[in-house]
């Protein structure tokens, strides 16, 4: 983490300035995390402090702020990376199967529509903020050339399995996804903890989104339902159906603020405070806890007599999530209830993220 001292206050700045300022200081510095120091109108004394992470959250403190950043960076410090924490199993999936499945199609499709809603943006190149120089030795001794921001998933019943987007950090453009640049994975984490990639036969997939893990959690919490195929081929609900799947059908991460959203349509579940009181960024061992608690915490998820379809929560200071689920009168195709409401139920700024202290 580095620590800039700075002149100007950041909490007048706009979101999206913050957020670049911020990954410009990242990247000429080597930090993953910066600590940006307004200074105050007497020498020796400071205005307000930003904690700046890689996600684009910028929480800033006013008052105690030694005493609030001491435990936000403390709550950063505990929150363990899980992105490394996966094996990948050879052969789990036939090629042909892989073939047959339709989950990578319907992520393709939700990130085109994600991208025309304005909830994906482009991916980021390390040399939009750092010199060509300095880009080319992050990607020869850290593999890293830029990142995309966001996240789609959705199970499949056919392949009994999850599908979700691979990394951004792997040259990925969310918006125009191919079958390559989604991976199957078990949908429960083994003790809890570890992912486990299912790669198709005679393929080695990418690495999976960092939210994977946390995903995971979801499908674990959640109860399940049977479902079964229609003359059509579709997989409809049905109590007597040959497949028991989760109740999660289909979901999205987005790097995107809420404005408001109507909630006899689609559930908010509010960020936990207490447990939770600070944010963190994504692909940690916290985010995943947090996961299971929403879950956990959602009246349409745990209540049959709820008839909404679709729940979403905020990810403090950086996004959001929302899922579909498996109940009366979602439509057919993955993802087209869901991203409807964007714009029309919800709405939301891509410019502009929250950051409640």
């Given at each position: 983490?580095?620590?800039?001292?700075?002149?100007?206050?950041?909490t007048?700045?706009?979101?999206?300035?913050?957020?670049?300022?911020?990954?410009?200081?990242?990247?000429r510095?080597?930090?993953?995390?910066?600590?940006?120091v307004?200074?105050?109108?007497?020498?020796?004394?400071?205005a307000?402090?930003?904690?700046?992470?890689?996600?684009?959250?910028?929480?800033?403190?006013?008052?105690?702020?030694?005493?609030?950043?001491r435990?936000?960076?403390?709550?950063?410090?505990?929150?363990?990376?899980v992105?490394?924490?996966?094996?990948?199993v050879?052969?789990?999936?036939?090629?042909?199967?892989?073939?047959?499945s339709?989950?990578?199609?319907q992520?393709a499709?939700?990130?085109?529509?994600?991208?025309?809603?304005?909830l994906?943006?482009?991916?980021?190149?390390?040399?939009?903020?750092?010199?060509?120089?300095?880009?080319?030795?992050?990607?020869?001794?850290?593999?890293?050339?830029?990142f995309?921001?966001?996240?789609?998933?959705?199970?499949d019943?056919?392949?009994?399995?999850?599908?979700?987007?691979?990394?951004?950090?792997?040259?990925?453009?969310?918006?125009?996804?191919?079958?390559?640049?989604?991976?199957?994975?078990?949908?429960?984490?083994?003790?809890?903890?570890?992912l486990?990639?299912?790669?198709?036969?005679?393929?080695?997939?990418?690495?999976?989104?960092?939210?994977?893990?946390?995903?995971?959690?979801?499908?674990?919490?959640?109860?399940t339902?049977?479902?079964?195929?229609?003359?059509?081929?579709?997989?409809?609900?049905?109590?007597?159906?040959?497949r028991?799947?989760?109740?999660?059908?289909?979901?999205?991460?987005?790097?995107?603020?809420?404005v408001?959203?109507?909630?006899?349509v689609i559930?908010?579940?509010?960020?936990?405070?207490e447990?939770f009181?600070?944010?963190?960024?994504?692909?940690?061992?916290?985010?995943?806890?947090?996961a299971?608690?929403?879950?956990?915490?959602?009246?349409?998820?745990?209540?049959?007599?709820?008839?909404?379809t679709?729940?979403?929560?905020?990810l403090?200071?950086?996004g959001?999530?929302?899922?579909?689920?498996?109940?009366?009168?979602?439509?057919?195709?993955?993802?087209?209830?869901?991203?409807?409401l964007?714009?029309?139920?919800?709405?939301?700024?891509p410019?502009?993220?929250?950051?409640?202290?």
């Amino acid at each position: 983490m580095a620590v800039v001292e700075v002149p100007e206050r950041l909490t007048v700045l706009p979101h999206a300035e913050v957020v670049a300022t911020a990954r410009t200081a990242m990247g000429r510095l080597g930090a993953a995390k910066v600590l940006f120091v307004s200074r105050g109108d007497v020498p020796g004394r400071v205005a307000e402090v930003t904690f700046c992470n890689m996600e684009g959250g910028h929480p800033t403190e006013i008052t105690d702020i030694a005493d609030r950043m001491r435990d936000r960076l403390v709550t950063a410090a505990c929150a363990r990376q899980v992105a490394e924490d996966y094996d990948t199993v050879r052969d789990a999936i036939t090629a042909k199967a892989w073939q047959a499945s339709t989950a990578p199609e319907q992520l393709a499709y939700a990130g085109r529509r994600m991208g025309e809603l304005g909830l994906l943006p482009a991916p980021v190149k390390v040399s939009d903020f750092v010199s060509e120089q300095l880009a080319d030795m992050y990607e020869v001794y850290m593999g890293m050339r830029g990142f995309s921001e966001g996240m789609l998933f959705a199970f499949d019943p056919d392949l009994d399995c999850l599908v979700v987007s691979a990394s951004g950090s792997w040259d990925v453009d969310k918006r125009n996804l191919t079958r390559e640049q989604t991976v199957a994975v078990e949908p429960r984490l083994t003790d809890g903890k570890r992912l486990r990639v299912l790669a198709p036969s005679g393929l080695l997939p990418m690495q999976p989104s960092v939210e994977t893990w946390e995903i995971c959690a979801l499908m674990e919490a959640c109860p399940t339902v049977r479902v079964t195929k229609d003359p059509s081929g579709t997989w409809v609900m049905d109590p007597d159906g040959e497949r028991e799947v989760p109740l999660i059908r289909a979901g999205i991460h987005a790097h995107v603020g809420v404005v408001s959203s109507d909630h006899t349509v689609i559930e908010t579940v509010d960020a936990d405070r207490e447990q939770f009181p600070y944010g963190f960024g994504c692909g940690t061992d916290l985010t995943v806890e947090i996961a299971r608690d929403t879950v956990r915490r959602s009246h349409a998820v745990n209540d049959p007599a709820d008839p909404r379809t679709y729940v979403r929560w905020p990810l403090l200071y950086h996004g959001e999530m929302a899922v579909e689920l498996w109940k009366p009168g979602l439509l057919a195709q993955p993802f087209q209830g869901l991203l409807d409401l964007y714009g029309t139920a919800v709405q939301f700024t891509p410019d502009d993220v929250p950051q409640p202290v």
